[in-house]
């Protein structure tokens, strides 16, 4: 009889097990038939994406788009780390020309990396960078020129990108026009750091600072006020590169989303809050 017991007992717990795994299975069960895809991009692409990805479905049904939203400079550490990746959108040249082995030293690759996929890297999209400020706009700052006399008198806090994310390097090279020194202003309290775009975006949108230094995108997406955009002679073009990575496991399916990144519908979305699409599908 203990034997018998023992018996039951056993197949009763294993009843259980299976039992409890169906559950899992079921959801599990949508995802079939399905290849993922996935995409790291700047930050500043999160909103249109995440709309394009929408439409998307409609075209490709059997993709799931996979994003990773992050600063252009995590998601190239990233990539070189060996994380999962098929297809990368910078927001700057810099971050991508390092991961270019079609790049020399001078260009940026100063370790040699190869990680783009020969002949698919093009220029997507451009963008601004603007100078935001909060609702009703406090300090009343209406142009970078207000800026650099507020920078220098103290009157004005301003929030910016760290410096190893596009965004604050564009912001340098602001500085650099108006020949401002970085280590200055902020010994003297009047900067503030994000670490990447969005979080600059935000502490403009809370009135944490007085201003802030950001893409038109994100200002356009957060209902901030524009004050004043950047020239190219006071930054260069906001140019964001993308390329399929040799990494990829799925290279027609992200060759595929590539291509409609370059198409109309996709160009729809990006123009929507400010992009100027430049590469056009043939």
């Given amino acids: 009889m203990k034997k018998r017991s ?14 409890a795994a169906v559950p899992a299975m079921a959801q599990e069960a949508p ?11 700047a930050a ?3 909103e249109t994406l995440e709309q394009i990805k929408e439409q998307y479905r409609e075209v490709a049904p059997d993709i799931e788009l996979v994003f990773n939203f992050d ?7 990233q990539i070189e780390a060996g994380a999962d990746c098929d ?16 790049k020399d030293k001078d ?14 890297r093009i220029d997507l999209l451009e963008n601004k960078v603007a100078l935001a400020v909060p609702e009703g706009n406090p300090a009343n700052i ?47 309290g009047v900067l503030t750091y994000g670490s990447d775009v969005k979080v600059v975006t935000t502490q403009v949108s809370e009135g944490a600072v007085d201003c802030g230094v950001i893409y038109a995108t994100d200002a356009f997406s957060a209902g901030l006020t524009v004050v004043d955009t950047a020239t190219k002679e006071m930054c260069g073009q906001v140019i964001y590169p993308a390329a399929v990575l040799n990494i990829t496991k799925n290279e027609d399916a992200a060759k595929a989303f590539l291509a409609y990144l370059q198409g109309p519908d996709a160009s729809g979305v990006f123009a929507s809050v400010g992009f100027t699409p430049i590469a056009q599908a043939q």
């Fill in 6 to 19: 023992l018996k039951l007992t056993g197949l009763l717990m294993a009843g259980c097990l299976l039992f």
């Fill in 31 to 41: 995802k079939e038939g399905k290849e993922e895809l996935i995409v790291f991009a």
């Fill in 44 to 46: 500043s692409m999160t």
């Fill in 71 to 77: 600063s252009s400079g995590t998601l190239k550490t």
């Fill in 87 to 102: 297809l990368f959108i910078s927001a700057a040249s810099k971050q991508m020309n390092q991961l270019d082995a079609a």
């Fill in 107 to 120: 260009s940026g690759n100063e370790d040699g990396l190869d990680f783009v996929l020969s002949d698919t």
């Fill in 142 to 188: 209406q142009s970078y020129d207000d800026l650099v006399k507020g920078l220098t008198e103290g009157t004005i806090l301003l929030a910016m990108g760290n410096s190893d994310v596009p965004v604050g390097q564009y912001t340098q090279k602001i500085f650099a026009y108006y020949e401002l020194n970085e280590e200055d202003l902020a010994a003297s």
